[in-house]
């Protein structure tokens, strides 16, 4: 009599462990501007620690401060700067009540793009690291959907002299 089953165990199953985020990048000396920014207990997740999505809205906020201190146009009817890629290390937890300090730093300017690094760090503490990464932003016609050369005022800002 034959049998197709054996009394020998199954393979064990190996677990996937999640892989380390990647060591933080070189950056430029300084940043090229730094916002502070408040967590608002509203930005918490039921595990009180700020919630990952609001991370994205904290380098808005920094970028959009950043723009404001830009002399000169950087967007008008022709040309706005839109959000095309994104990626964020998570180091750390930020738990309330925190003040965080948003670095910005210009990684790279192309033909209508600017590559934006960051890192949130805590701003009484600056050698806790909370997150970093990237952005890329690019700066497009709104009635076309086509890219357009990156304003004059935003290569002023962004490699000053």
Known sequence: MSSSTTDTPA????????????????????PLFTASI????????????VNNSNYLTYLEEARLQWLKHVPGPWFDEESMPVLAASEINYRFPIEWPAQLHVELFCLRLGNSSMTIGHRIVDAEQPEKLY???????????????????????????????
């Open 11 to 30: 393979p064990a199953r190996r677990r996937k462990t999640a892989e380390p985020a990647p060591e933080a990048p070189a950056l430029p000396a300084g």
């Open 38 to 49: 408040g967590v608002r207990w509203r930005d918490l997740d039921a595990f009180n620690h």
């Open 131 to 161: 997150s970093d990464g990237h952005v890329v932003m690019v700066w497009m016609n709104p009635h076309t959907g086509k890219p357009v050369p990156l304003p004059q005022a935003i290569r002023d800002a962004a490699m000053p002299d």
